[in-house]
Nanobody
Framework: LVQPVESGGGSVQTGQSLRLSCVAS????VAWFRQAIGKEREGERV????????????FYADSVKGRFTISQDSAMNTVYLQMNSLQPADTGVYYC???????????????????WGQGTQVTVSS
């Protein structure tokens, strides 16, 4: 198995969009987590969205429903996170996480995932 690899972060203004990509093959669940990094401490790594590539089922945190869309390109072994109407609260390092177990994808909890990418920074300014 290859560790997930993210790309696509950047700096945008409020209301703009970004699309993140994660190359992750042979996993049963792929998710995106966000971690706010402050000057004094790091925040928790919070689940944003997940997808079961084989089934196509998706799950979202309440804070991003209607704004973010998670999708897959099976041929490219890639999972995308389309982020629209971005807000300053969306700022953070976004991690792609993946796992092989079934039945936990909907939980969006860090402990479910054993495979993590290095993260990509998203900054939304007001």
């Amino acid at each position: 198995l290859v560790q997930p690899v993210e790309s696509g972060g950047g700096s945008v203004q409020t209301g703009q969009s970004l699309r993140l990509s994660c190359v992750a093959s042979e996993y049963t669940c792929v998710a995106w987590f966000r971690q706010a990094i402050g000057k004094e401490r790091e925040g928790e790594r919070v689940g944003v969205a997940s997808i079961s590539p084989g089934e196509g089922t998706v799950f979202y945190a309440d804070s991003v429903k209607g704004r973010f869309t998670i999708s897959q390109d099976s041929a490219m072994n890639t999972v995308y996170l389309q982020m629209n109407s971005l807000q300053p609260a969306d700022t953070g390092v976004y991690y792609c996480a993946a796992d092989l177990r079934r039945g936990y994808c909907h939980m969006l909890k860090k402990f479910v995932f054993n495979y993590w990418g290095q993260g990509t920074q998203v900054t939304v300014s007001s």
